[in-house]
């Protein structure tokens, strides 16, 4: 056997089958069949190296947070704190208990929507032919594929017979590709014009045909696409990033004051023992442990809303990456389309629009009819046959023709059968009235030339060849693939001629197909799915840019982000002119040169798989944040190269599926949007957890500080530390993971994809507000002191525990007032708050607790003065909003807080 080759296409079919040593007639004997599949392996694609469960449990525990957590559980344990160390220690394995279940049950979902792509195949061996199992083939077996097979390795064509294949998962190409056996001379022959191969993965639509296998494996095109996922990165998220960076940051400042609270506590003459505890305490207390647990509550929450919405999600901080993306880079076939063809426009071939449900359009409708070797299923858009020609029939049948009823007056008597070559075919039919008649259907460029007379609701007239092109070309621009349709009254004694050459119903020639009246045009479309124009507007609003990448030819991907809103009729969505970049011209292009195309251009057509990476890594090195959205093979690469691959569950494929980090199970562009919102949502959420955390600790800081400075005691215990961190923080925290969106939460524009988590005043916030809360407590605590109340520190403790509880109420926006939102606005937030208000009087009017919270009832005037001072920090909060809605603080930084 020669050595494989790629260019096996262009090779007549016969040195096809000589190169590979196989008797087309006979096939691979079954010993030759097994010494070759010694040499090149089973047929099947490898699959990537997943991970273990115990792995995937393991990686749980790896983030740097837990990390620092872990280390804060053992300084609560040397605290002499044991409950505390549990509770911390709970929380982790808890927040590693959701992270994998997520995982794990994302990762069986998939697997169970994972098929194999070809698991038999018809293979002529030692003269017989049989199936077989798809992997046990090898360069050299003879195949037969027909209607609703699976080409399941890549072949070259040795026959065909109206053979036409759907190579959209592979090549992007919506419509079906009609073969042929002829050798195609020159390199470098695009993918999706290869005519006489059929590649493996892709679906036979229509016909039959025999061809020899050329590769198999990873050695076919499925495999070379799917090879090329190994040479996609793995990125961090940026939730991931940021909160590796908050973790290190947030540790080093808090060894840091915590130092400083135990030095100045020893200068003011405090007991060794006592200052010790209290900064490690307090150490604790600055370690938001309930940080993971409330971002994978959130996650979780989000995914789970997700598969409501039809979106599975395989890796949890895929849902807050949407909230980070400014580019969606879609696949057109399937994503933003229906993937089914339909008829979009019907003209004659003056222009004007024809009603084939009127005289002057029946007979167009009876040619879209009889011209067909497609049938519907009960009536229905569903049929068997060739998917256009299903498309015709659909559209007859919506206008109320009765199509059974046309086949039974005017059965077919002969045909021509369409090919590639051709571009046309013709059928021979009994008219009425016992009379004959030709009906040729095709692309226009082979139908017109062929015709001498027009048909208009006027008469018959005959034909001006340059203006009948001129509309069918007109159609074309508008993306359509357009069909001609053409009729010849035949003589009695013609017919009987063309009945008497008729053998097997196939004897018609090129001869016969002269002397045609064209009847008119038909327009075919890949229609784009009815919410995509509004999906596409919705991101647009968020500031999120679409572009369509496209194996597609230019016209129509061009009509089809027309239609969607991707570029409108004067160019794109921001104003630039218009433009579809193809393949040829990408090729063509240095890094530099693309990265500067990137940055305008909003359509590309004819693209390679290779060509799609590059265009995902040039606009990540704009420093953009990209989603990729794809349903076949030639999308898989990019998705893994993205910061988020979006494949699609119902009409993709396993390797798309494999290669994403979000599938949707509806196939629905749409579904984006949501995931989008969803995203931002929770990245809002943790902010906020963030913003009421860092400031509770920030006010337990400057309290603990600043007593010391103005010469006061201690105002705080440990234990008073550690319930304030675990309990007032823990409880409402968790619940801020439920706050809805916000109103204006789809008209922000992305967050850039390095932006600090303390961004738009955050830590100004953090400090200001703590600073105020550490203060009221402070003068809580001189004031009790001065009026010589003994319950000074339980009043003190008091205030700064429900000062936390006021400003988590406060926070639930950045910008909007309480009483705008409503208290009841986030339910689970209040309810929280209610309950931990009830946990801390009992830390007061409980007398077991006493004893172990050190700590005393409070009179009925010493409670109202508590919570007074109190709702200071929240009426302060207040304010701050207000000036935001006015514009006033922190907007120079970005327009906006958020």
Not at 123 to 133: E, F, L
Not at 586 to 595: N, P, Q, Y
Not at 624 to 631: L, N
Request: negative net charge; aromatic residues 4%.
């Amino acid at each position: 056997m020669a050595d494989a080759r790629s260019e096996w296409y262009q090779l007549p079919a016969s040195d096809v089958a000589e190169q590979l040593v196989v008797d087309a007639a006979h096939g691979l004997s079954s010993s030759e069949a097994t010494a070759r599949a010694a040499q090149h392996g089973p047929n099947e694609l490898r699959e990537g190296r997943r991970r273990s469960s115990l792995r995937m449990l393991a990686d749980q525990f790896t983030d740097l947070m837990v990390v620092v957590l872990l280390v804060a559980a053992v300084v609560a344990g040397m605290v002499g704190e044991p409950h505390d160390s549990v509770a911390i220690v709970a929380i982790i394995v808890i927040n590693g208990a959701l992270g994998f279940s997520q995982e794990y049950r994302a990762e069986q979902a998939v697997r169970s929507l994972r098929a194999m792509a070809a698991p038999l195949a018809r293979v002529r061996r030692d003269g017989v032919t049989s199936m077989i199992a798809a992997r046990e083939l090898v360069p050299g077996d003879v195949v037969e594929l027909e209607t609703g097979m699976i080409a399941p390795a890549d072949v070259r064509l040795l026959r065909v017979r109206r053979l036409r294949i759907d190579e959209s998962a592979l090549t992007g190409e919506s419509q079906g590709v009609n073969k042929s056996v002829v050798a195609l001379p020159g390199r470098s022959i695009p993918l999706g014009d290869r005519v006489n191969m059929a590649w493996k993965g892709t679906i036979v639509a229509y016909g039959r045909g025999e061809g020899v296998v050329v590769a198999t494996g990873m050695a076919t095109e499925l495999g070379r696409v799917a090879s090329l996922l190994d040479e996609a990165e793995q990125l961090l998220t940026p939730l991931q990033r940021r909160l590796r960076q908050f973790a290190t940051q947030l540790a080093v400042v808090v060894v840091l004051l915590c130092t400083a609270l135990f030095g100045l506590g020893l200068l003011r003459g405090e007991p060794l023992l006592l200052m010790f505890l209290t900064a490690l305490s307090l150490a604790v207390a600055a370690m938001p442990e309930a940080l993971p647990a409330v971002v994978t509550v959130s996650l979780a929450l989000g995914a789970r809303r997700m598969v409501a919405r039809h979106a599975l999600i395989r890796r949890l901080p895929a849902v807050e990456t949407l909230g980070s993306v400014t580019y969606i880079c879609s696949d057109k076939t399937g994503t933003l389309t229906q993937n089914r063809m339909r008829v979009t426009d019907v003209r004659g071939t003056d222009g004007a629009p024809i009603d084939i449900a009127r005289d002057e359009g029946a007979a167009l409708a009876r040619a879209m009819v009889l011209n067909s070797d497609a049938r519907l299923v009960n009536g229905s858009g569903s049929g068997a046959g060739d998917p256009t020609e299903v498309a015709l029939l659909d559209y007859v049948a919506g206008s109320g023709t009765d199509i059974a009823d046309l086949l039974r007056q005017s059965p077919r008597r002969a045909e021509l059968p369409f090919s590639s070559e051709r571009g046309r075919m013709t059928t021979l039919h009994t008219a009425a009235g016992g009379e004959s008649m030709l009906l040729t259907k095709g692309a226009p460029e082979r139908v017109v030339p062929r015709c001498t007379h027009v048909q208009l609701p006027a008469g018959r007239i005959p034909i001006d060849h340059a203006a009948v092109m001129g509309q069918a070309d007109e159609m074309a621009r508008n993306g359509l693939r357009v069909l001609a349709f053409a009729v010849r009254d035949v003589a009695s004694r013609d017919a009987a001629s063309l009945d008497a050459k008729s053998v097997d119903g196939q004897a018609l020639s090129d001869d016969e197909e002269r002397d045609l009246t064209c009847l008119g045009f038909v327009g075919l479309m890949d229609p784009p799915r009815d919410e995509a124009a509004s999906a596409v507007a919705e991101c647009r609003s968020a500031g999120i840019r679409v572009v369509m990448i496209t194996g597609d030819h230019p016209a129509t991907a061009g009509a089809i982000a027309r239609r969607v809103g991707i570029v409108d009729g004067d160019g794109d969505g921001d104003g630039d002119a218009p433009r579809v970049v193809t393949g040829a011209e990408l090729e063509r292009l240095d890094d530099d040169g693309l990265a500067a195309l990137c940055a305008e251009a909003r359509v590309y057509a004819r693209v390679a798989p290779e060509q799609k990476i590059r265009i995902v890594r040039a606009l990540q090195g704009r420093g953009e944040f990209v989603a990729m959205t794809g349903d076949g093979v030639n999308d898989a690469p990019a998705l893994r190269q993205a910061d988020i691959g979006v494949a699609m569950g119902r009409g993709g494929t396993d390797v798309a599926r494999e290669a994403a980090d979000m599938v949707l199970t509806d196939d629905n562009f749409a579904s984006i949007v949501s995931a989008v919102r969803e995203g931002r949502r929770i990245y809002d959420n943790i902010r906020k957890f963030i913003r009421y955390i860092l400031t509770g600790n920030s006010a337990e800081l400057w309290l603990l500080l600043l007593a010391p400075l103005a010469g006061l005691p201690l105002p705080l215990l440990p234990i008073h530390i550690l319930w304030i961190n675990l309990v007032t923080d823990g409880l409402p925290g968790l619940a801020l993971a439920l706050e809805p969106a916000e109103r204006d939460i789809m008209q922000r524009p992305p967050r850039p994809p390095h932006e600090s988590v303390f961004a738009h005043g955050l830590w100004q916030h953090a400090l200001w507000v703590g600073l105020l809360m550490g203060g009221v407590a402070l003068l809580t605590q001189g004031w009790s002191l001065r009026h010589g109340l003994a319950h000074w520190q339980s009043m003190t403790f008091t205030v700064l525990a429900l000062s936390q509880l006021a400003h988590v109420m406060a926070i639930r926006s950045e910008r909007v007032s309480l009483w705008t939102q409503g208290v009841w606005g986030n339910a689970p937030l209040t309810l929280a708050v209610l309950g931990t208000v009830g946990l801390q009087m009992a830390t007061l009017y409980v007398p077991v607790l006493n004893g172990i919270f050190k700590t005393a009832p409070l009179s009925a005037g010493e409670l109202a003065a508590c919570v007074a001072l109190s709702c200071l920090p929240f009426l302060a909060v207040e304010g701050e909003k207000l000036l935001l809605r006015r514009g006033y603080q922190y907007a120079s930084a970005s327009g906006r807080a958020s």
